[in-house]
């Protein structure tokens, strides 16, 4: 397929699965594989630091590139070495979603990008010097912020480029960082016309808690708590989400047993995601009786899941090659329960807003963005398909049986808010079939993968031979042991597709580790689609898209 | 003993209080909170506003996000060096007498992010009365912080006013 390529553009090499392209013709590359392979989905970019790698590569530095085709069937990685002072061509004329993602590039590893509209840093603060994911940063190195960045350098071009040289008229507000509809610490600069937002742009990194350095001084188990505070809402799918990229890197497949608990507890997570995105959007419009109907039942699935896994909230069930343990006695009913009172909360919460002139107002035709737009956003999820775009990594990309499973992908029409509030309401019930249907067809069997080198021992055998508790010691220790490699591996979160690129240098600890948040992508959209509306419906956009910081910040 | 002055005028209907306990008395029973919510504890404290847990029953619902009219600030989540000069000016604005609550591992000691980018407490730049554990705190844990702090409350104007006065140089005190 690629060898259609201009001659000069060397795609052959190829090393774990990645076209490693010279730093010159990286941007040829892409552009072609945009314009004439339709891999018109950009899912990330990051680089990588090499000076601590246990093999010598003659330059420090990777970017590296995920791009997908329109198909969202195949994935192509595209890799280039460079040193510190190499430039890169920014690829933002090509993919929206480019920008953030090179600004998090140079925030982060300190690679410079070419043409980039505005090259500044993203997730740490003006003051920041250094780039921390670089590997001589030290991990618990502080810097003190004493001001905030007043924005004026992004809103400015904006503002000329619809003609606003002179802007006396015009009123400056900040929605956030502390803000009661800004879901978290997320902070939108607008610039007004009376009500009328004339220009947006938003600032991220207020809870930017350094999650990727800190997986660099952790073995792979010890991630697993740091991935429930990604998305924190369905923290269960992101320890799913790690895990499964993980157990991609080692070659090794659940039990079925133990991928249909996956499945089920994972659907359940995805149910009280939207839910809490729903009440809190219903909330911003005002509707706060939704708030009690759609929230309360997650009270219910809490109970669920403190009983399973012992935490509320931050449940860290998985692990790598498993979970903790088995279902316990009675969980199928308790999950009746708690799906009944999903049901019930969802047909009260539907049955005052679906035919509800006022809601429909305020969230039809608010915030639009269409299919295309969407897809060069790198817009995913739930957001996507409210565009009318059919992705659904279940779908696309199945895994854990997710082919075996009747169900349906739920998609929008128009890409409003309606439509992205909606798209979840019906991904709830969808949720809710492929639970019935996995605890119809759920087998018995183990639930880890027997393997001394992955899952931990039987208790049993730790306390009373000395093979087992070695075992043990080691594990806990050293780690699992994950062969030398990159990889890149997802699932569908709450939010949408939620991937981590990991590298290992064959030890107990990633080399490094780089998510692919969903927010992050829909986020750097949101000031383009504000900007013509009114405050009010901005509050609503960004409820609509589910942000969540944890996520969005790392 | 027998009932004097306006109590054995009025019955019933009177009590007699010293102005210190009926403005600490009414003080402590409507507390409006600042939420502070940046993380995983905002989820937590959603709990702790919604039916099951409902802190109304401690008068303490009216949450308001405008630090000039909250007297209660419960930080809730990760506090990161790029958030904490808003923190502190949310603090500045508050009016006394102000009480801060710090909820779950992260505001009080940077939890397990121990990095280049997480607050290692926020009593390195705000004062704090109440500290809260957990990862994140149960709804419960949320209340039983609520209640330590209108114990605080009701200690005499003596001690709100020393309070006021206190010394506190935090990292963003010039």
Known sequence: MLSMCDDKIDFDRKENNHYIVKLSDMKKAIKFLKESENYNFLLDITAVDYSKYKENHSKRFAIIYLLKNKDFDNLVILKAYLNEDEIIDSITDLYKSANWAEREVWDQYGLKFKNHPNLKRILNHKEFMGHPLRKDYPTTKGQLCTKTDDLMDEMVPKLKAKGYENHEDLMFLNLGPAHPASHGTIRNFVALEGETIISAVSEIGYLHRGFEKSCENHTYNQIIPYTDRLNYCSAILNNIAFAHTVEGMLGVELPERGQFIRVIIGELSRIIDHLVCLAANLVDMGALTNYWYLYNPRETAYTLLSKLTGARLTNSYMRIGGMTHDLYDGFEEDLKECIKDVEKGMDDSLSLIEHNRIFQDRSQNIGIVSGDDAINRGFSGPNLRASGVNYDVRKNNPYYFYDTFDFDVALGSVGDVYDRMMVRFEEIRQSIKIINQAMKKLPDGEINVSNHAISFPKKQNVYSNIEGLMNQFKLVMEGVKVPKGEYYRSIEAANGELGFYIISDGSGTPYKVKVRPPCFYAMSALGDMIEGEMIADAVLDLGSLNIIAGELDR | ?174
């Open chain 2, 1 to 174: 003993m027998a009932v004097t002055g306006e109590e054995a005028i009025f019955g019933d209907s009177v009590i007699t209080t010293k102005l210190d306990s009926a403005i600490a008395w009414a003080r402590e029973s409507s507390m409006w909170p600042y939420i502070f919510g940046t993380a995983c504890c905002a989820i937590e404290f959603m709990s702790v506003a919604s039916s099951k847990f409902d802190i109304s029953r401690f008068g303490a619902e009216v949450v308001r996000f405008s630090p000039r009219q909250a007297d209660l600030l419960i930080i809730a989540g990760t506090v990161s060096y790029k958030q904490a000069p808003i923190l502190k000016r949310i603090y500045d604005q508050m009016t006394e007498p102000k009480w801060v609550v710090s909820a779950g591992a992260c505001a009080c000691s940077g939890g397990f992010y121990d990095n280049y980018t997480t607050l290692q407490g926020i009593d390195r730049i705000i004062p704090v009365d109440v500290y809260i554990s957990g990862c994140p705190p149960r709804p419960e844990a949320f209340l039983e912080g609520l209640m330590q702090i209108q114990k605080l409350q009701a200690k005499p104007s003596k001690y709100l006013e020393k309070r006021s006065k206190r010394d506190f140089k935090g990292l963003l005190d010039a």
